[in-house]
């Protein structure tokens, strides 16, 4: 092994290091309360040897949400891909994949859901910035595919997949959103599964072609 590839393992280590004493830290403080420094002492590093991997907090978390995206973009390919399922099924699997993704990591989606309706992302790093949008768009085009198969089958009306896409998206983190808003207000109840299935049922059934008039 030579000096550049023994340089590159270690940093890419010490990466993963920070990255997870980052998620510990934020499991236990919350994102809006944790600095760069209760991360550096999490991970036994200098505050200034986070800064040489991560320009910032946001940072940092927009690079723990690539796990996400990864796992969502899996999901949603494996139900685009999936064969021998009639309308029904095959809406019922994407809906149990995106309940999925969220159930696979609460904290690290919800602080991707806001930040992709703020300023943070054009502070990214270009290249984290690309990947972040290659993989949504990707997880995006997945479901279209879904909408798409539905809609030439004549299960679902007949409107851009794209757009319906897009409609469920913003459902889901509309409602994520608010669960978490619920919490802070002092309503510690956990409603937010089954009101993301209530939304999912809802939303379906609006968009189904036997339902139309």
Not at 51 to 61: A, H, P, Q
Not at 163 to 178: E, P, R, T, Y
Request: charged fraction near 30%.
């Amino acid at each position: 092994m030579g000096i550049q590839e023994r340089k590159e393992r270690e940093r890419g280590r010490r990466r993963q290091q920070i990255m997870i004493a980052a998620k510990k830290v934020f499991y236990t403080k919350g994102f809006a309360k944790v600095k760069m420094e209760d991360i550096a002492k999490e991970a036994e590093l200098s505050p200034g040897t986070l800064y040489l991997y991560f320009k910032s907090k946001d940072e940092l978390c927009a690079s723990l949400s690539l796990r996400i995206l990864q796992y969502l973009n899996i999901r949603l390919r494996h139900v685009s891909a999936e064969k021998g399922l009639d309308g029904q099924q095959k809406l019922e699997a994407l809906k149990d994949a995106i309940i999925d993704v969220y159930e696979f990591d609460p904290l690290i989606l919800i602080n991707l859901l806001r930040l992709q309706s703020s300023e943070i992302l054009k502070n990214l790093s270009p290249q984290l910035l690309a990947d972040i949008k290659e993989l949504f768009n990707s997880s995006l085009g997945a479901m279209s595919d879904i909408f798409n198969e539905e809609i030439n089958k004549g299960v679902l009306i007949d409107k851009k997949p794209e757009v319906l896409a897009d409609l469920l998206w913003a459902l889901f983190s509309g409602i994520v959103l608010w669960g978490e808003n619920k919490k802070i207000m002092g309503n510690n109840k956990d409603y937010l599964k089954q009101a993301l299935k209530t939304a999912f049922e809802v939303f379906f059934l609006g968009i189904k072609r036997e339902n139309r008039i």
